[in-house]
């Protein structure tokens, strides 16, 4: 089945414990992103990555990085995250041609105290 | 800058009932427009898209027509469904962004039996 696999789900953690969260598709796309979803707000893209070893900046960069050393991952990377963090996380790819048509995640649910 | 603007949540409907959640943009270039859908505890999912004016995309009884004079694409369903709660985001992609989309805030739509 075509899909884009976030872990965790859902996590609680403490302000400045680095965490990773993962992101696979197994549709070889070349475009993946990440964004975030806050109430009010929609979705904010964080960083998105063109393929492999290309990654850039989103709306919304401060406080994260993201790395694509393989086509199919694009783990995001908290090193200090911090309560403003706290949001529902979204991964997503596309083919690089793919005009809008991405497929999504089922989301990270993240809590930072 | 590329944006997207739609009515405010939630909207509350008695089933069968007739929908529309209004969306209108700005954007530099010539847009494609997109709705995405997103159920409880999943992540979006591309519900209909328009690439050119006059354009109508039409997925699941739901409809929206790219209207390049009122910039809108505003989406519309003839009788909603209790399955048709869910939260719905205009988005678009401009020809000078690449494979970035830009979404709105979000339209949380309750149908109630």
């Known amino acids: 089945e075509a899909q884009v696999t976030q872990n965790p789900r859902y996590l609680i953690t403490v302000t400045g414990k680095k965490l990773t969260v993962t992101c696979s598709q197994n549709m070889n796309h070349e475009y993946m992103s990440w964004y975030r979803q806050d109430p009010g707000l929609g979705l904010r893209q964080i960083y998105y990555s063109m393929n492999v070893e290309v990654t850039d900046k989103g709306d919304v960069p401060e406080g994260y990085k993201v790395s694509r050393k393989e086509k199919r991952n694009f783990p995001l990377i908290l090193e200090s995250p911090s309560p403003n963090q706290t949001s529902l996380y979204f991964c997503?790819?596309?083919?690089?041609?793919?005009?809008?048509?991405?497929?999504f995640g089922s989301g990270t649910r993240l809590t930072v105290v | 800058g590329n944006s997207v603007t739609q009515m405010e949540g939630p909207v509350t409907l008695s089933e069968e009932a007739f929908l529309t959640i209004n969306c209108t943009y700005t954007a530099t270039g010539y847009p494609s427009l997109f709705w995405y859908v997103q159920y409880p505890g999943e992540g979006l999912q591309l519900l209909l898209k328009?690439?050119?004016?006059?354009d109508k995309g039409s997925n699941k009884g739901f409809e929206a027509t790219y209207r390049k004079e009122t910039t809108s694409f505003h989406l519309e369903k003839g009788s909603v469904q209790v399955s048709d709660s869910a939260v719905y985001f205009c988005?678009?992609?401009?020809?000078?962004?690449?494979?970035?989309?830009?979404f709105g805030g979000g339209t949380r739509l309750m149908v109630k039996p």
């Open positions: 997503a790819s596309s083919p690089q041609n793919g005009q809008g048509r991405y497929t």
């Open positions: 328009a690439t050119k004016a006059d």
């Open positions: 988005a678009l992609i401009s020809n000078n962004a690449g494979n970035m989309l830009t």
